[in-house]
């Protein structure tokens, strides 16, 4: 038989949702694949059963409806600081996912590199791999996940195509500074470098920290391809509605690219998110108060038991330091977790580029109830998992 592609030689199945496997396997609460155990907003999910009474069936504008479009650049421009012309500077994707991918498949040939920061959202090595391109890693340093200038423009010198900038950051919770973004910003013009951003957790940001779009800085709107999702801020991760916002010639690109990988993205549901898109500022204030109260239950839980743990600037995960119970494989120490303590995690290992075993992530948006029962659970956890 023909040899099989060699682009994914180097794949495994998704390790954070082979975990939600594992979590089922063993009935374990599952804070291990990051979506969420409560509703939409009510709001939207009306208007969802209105739509599916009303003409929303058949294949909406292959990049975005126009009402989607329009409402998703009235509630940009303000927050990214310039007027977004929803024709020219948007398209709609299947999720952030297809977004990241139609992005780097814009800007990348085979064989160009693409720095990435390490821990990173598994996807994005998948990502540079599918497309042809090399991935150069830069170490983010804990605790707090800073980067070394040094090191990041030794990644610069190589070279590279593009950067991929998770933030808030996907798995550690960073919010990068503005002095941070603005040294990006520097090597990114010094080098000629494009930046992909990944911005899902832009409304998920905890005080003192503030988010701030890398586009909006001086002379990286050029440069910049803004990716990002609807289903973190409006709790709606199945139904899979993404976008990029980039300049005109850039999404010229990505259209075609988004056209041939998956035509577009499901009418009805655009029709219905388009309520959520509307939403005024006091939505945004009450999910950053919501999310911030369930980070504090949490971590005064985990503070409570006495498991060493990061607190997130933005996004919803937490990573644990299991250093202590003596592992060699933190995927090993993930099924234990689930099978004696009831608890679904993922492990660090498969953020990081780094040898690093000594983590795992856990994430919080869930009702109260469940963490508090996930938390219950790890009361025990030095009982049911002895040091080694």
Same mark, same amino acid.
């Given at each position: 038989?023909?040899?099989?592609?060699?682009? %994914?030689?180097?794949? !495994?199945?998704?390790?954070?949702?082979? =975990?939600?496997? @594992?979590? #089922?396997?063993?009935?374990? *609460?599952?804070?291990?694949?990051?979506?969420?155990?409560?509703?939409?907003?009510?709001?939207?999910?009306?208007?969802?059963?209105?739509?599916?009474?009303?003409?929303?069936?058949?294949?909406?504008?292959?990049?975005?409806?126009?009402?989607?479009?329009?409402?998703?650049?009235?509630?940009?421009?303000?927050?990214?600081?310039?007027?977004?012309?929803?024709?020219?500077?948007?398209?709609? %994707?299947?999720?952030? !996912?297809?977004?990241?991918?139609?992005? =780097?498949?814009? @800007?990348? #040939?085979?064989?160009?590199? *693409?720095?990435?920061?390490?821990?990173?959202?598994?996807?994005?090595?998948?990502?540079?791999?599918?497309?042809?391109?090399?991935?150069?890693?830069?170490?983010?340093?804990?605790?707090?996940?800073?980067?070394?200038?040094?090191?990041?423009?030794?990644?610069?010198?190589?070279?590279?195509?593009?950067?991929?900038?998770?933030?808030?950051?996907?798995?550690?919770?960073?919010?990068?500074?503005?002095?941070?973004?603005?040294?990006?910003?520097?090597?990114?013009?010094?080098?000629?470098?494009?930046?992909?951003?990944?911005?899902?957790?832009?409304?998920?940001?905890?005080?003192?920290?503030?988010?701030?779009?890398?586009?909006?800085?001086?002379?990286?709107?050029?440069?910049?391809?803004?990716?990002?999702?609807?289903?973190?801020?409006?709790?709606?991760?199945?139904?899979?509605?993404?976008?990029?916002?980039?300049?005109?010639?850039?999404?010229?690109?990505?259209?075609?690219?988004?056209?041939?990988?998956?035509?577009?993205?499901?009418?009805?549901?655009?029709?219905?998110?388009?309520?959520?898109?509307?939403?005024?500022?006091?939505?945004?204030?009450?999910?950053?108060?919501?999310?911030?109260?369930?980070?504090?239950?949490?971590?005064?839980?985990?503070?409570?038991?006495?498991?060493?743990?990061?607190?997130?600037?933005?996004?919803?995960?937490?990573?644990?330091?299991?250093?202590?119970?003596?592992?060699?494989?933190?995927?090993?120490?993930?099924?234990?977790?689930?099978?004696?303590?009831?608890?679904?995690?993922?492990?660090?290992?498969?953020?990081?580029?780094?040898?690093?075993?000594?983590?795992?992530?856990?994430?919080?948006?869930?009702?109260?109830?469940?963490?508090?029962?996930?938390?219950?659970?790890?009361?025990?956890?030095?009982?049911?998992?002895?040091?080694?």
């Amino acid at each position: 038989m023909p040899q099989l592609s060699k682009r %994914t030689e180097t794949f !495994t199945d998704s390790v954070i949702r082979r =975990m939600t496997r @594992v979590s #089922n396997q063993y009935g374990a *609460v599952n804070l291990s694949q990051g979506f969420p155990d409560f509703e939409p907003p009510k709001e939207i999910l009306n208007r969802l059963a209105e739509v599916t009474n009303e003409d929303f069936h058949q294949y909406s504008i292959t990049w975005g409806a126009q009402n989607f479009r329009e409402a998703l650049a009235e509630k940009q421009s303000k927050l990214m600081g310039r007027q977004i012309n929803p024709d020219e500077e948007i398209v709609v %994707t299947c999720g952030s !996912t297809e977004a990241m991918m139609a992005a =780097m498949m814009t @800007v990348t #040939n085979p064989g160009d590199r *693409v720095i990435v920061f390490s821990p990173f959202y598994e996807n994005y090595g998948a990502d540079a791999i599918l497309s042809g391109a090399e991935p150069i890693y830069v170490p983010l340093h804990p605790p707090e996940f800073n980067f070394d200038p040094d090191e990041l423009e030794n990644a610069f010198k190589q070279k590279p195509k593009a950067l991929i900038l998770c933030n808030p950051s996907n798995p550690c919770g960073k919010v990068f500074t503005y002095d941070e973004l603005k040294q990006i910003a520097y090597l990114a013009e010094k080098y000629d470098v494009f930046v992909i951003t990944d911005e899902v957790y832009e409304h998920i940001v905890y005080e003192p920290n503030k988010h701030i779009y890398f586009a909006s800085l001086p002379n990286m709107w050029e440069r910049t391809i803004s990716c990002s999702s609807l289903s973190k801020t409006y709790s709606i991760t199945g139904w899979r509605l993404g976008y990029i916002i980039a300049p005109p010639h850039i999404i010229d690109t990505a259209k075609k690219v988004h056209d041939f990988l998956t035509v577009g993205a499901a009418a009805p549901l655009q029709e219905a998110a388009v309520t959520g898109l509307r939403f005024g500022d006091d939505y945004y204030q009450w999910l950053r108060d919501k999310y911030t109260r369930k980070r504090n239950l949490f971590i005064k839980g985990l503070d409570d038991i006495g498991i060493s743990h990061t607190v997130p600037q933005g996004a919803y995960y937490v990573l644990l330091d299991i250093s202590e119970y003596g592992y060699s494989s933190d995927y090993e120490f993930c099924e234990d977790l689930a099978r004696e303590v009831g608890v679904g995690a993922v492990p660090g290992s498969s953020f990081f580029r780094e040898p690093v075993n000594n983590l795992i992530r856990l994430h919080f948006a869930k009702k109260d109830k469940t963490l508090i029962e996930a938390l219950n659970r790890l009361e025990n956890i030095r009982n049911k998992i002895p040091k080694r």
